[in-house]
């Protein structure tokens, strides 16, 4: 997990207009027990050159829908956390191209800094910086090619065809704009403070704690028979509940922007 602060103090990223829904998925898995245990041991094996950070990374993410890169020199870095393209309709998969169809080259040096490129399995992930939030290129085979955007028939078109967008906007020069995939402010917002009531509750803070420092102070003042009936009470189980099952697999579905 990365470094522990004050489970009190407001997220970072609270204000972050390009934080994406996969950025917050990413802080859900790095707070499951049995993920961190696999993670941590990956870095192990990539220190002691076992397997490389790539492979290891490619395992995690087969497993795991999504993990931060195992380089031991960046660990739990959350601008290089990578996931499953079947998972996550931002990640753009770029193809070799139909004979006859009148494609291009990729040159993904034209496309601005690259945060890195990370093979996973048969592609090579390209992360692309960008202010309005990273773009994910899923790159199969070789650029010198004609190469294609793939659109896959399925679930999450728009969105798949969104992050496509921002690809060609780039490619021709132009601002990528914003991704589709962020929450808008009050998702965020609750998403976040979810992940306060996980770091709260691993810290051992009670209910009653959780619902004074995250809802309102007042919870400190009420007595035993108060708080027992209060609507505090009811609403922070309801957000630990919800933080749980997010840390436990359902941060799958904020990879699809749900």
Known sequence: MPPEKDWRAP????????????????GYLSRNARYRSDYRRALGRVKRGAISADNATASLVR???????????????????????DLSPANIVVAPALAGIGAEPLDVRALGDVRARIRIGDFIHVILADPDGDEHLCVCGSCQGPMAVMLPIGPDPFARLASAERLC?????????????RPPPFRREHLLTL????????????QRELAASLIHRKVRRYSAAEWVESKER?????????????????????????
């Open 63 to 85: 497993r795991w829908g999504i993990s931060y890169h195992t380089a031991p020199a960046s660990a739990f870095d959350p601008r290089l956390a990578v996931a499953r393209p």
């Open 169 to 181: 906007r780039r490619l021709n020069g132009m601002a990528a704009g914003p991704p589709a995939l």
């Open 195 to 206: 992940l306060q009531v996980l770091d709260g509750h691993e810290a051992g803070a009670t």
């Open 234 to 258: 009811k609403r922070i189980r309801r957000w630990l509940a919800e933080a749980v099952e997010l840390r436990d697999g359902g941060y799958i579905r904020l990879l699809r922007g749900g």
């Open 11 to 26: 997220s970072d990223q609270a204000g972050d207009d390009a934080l994406q829904y996969s950025d917050i998925a990413i």
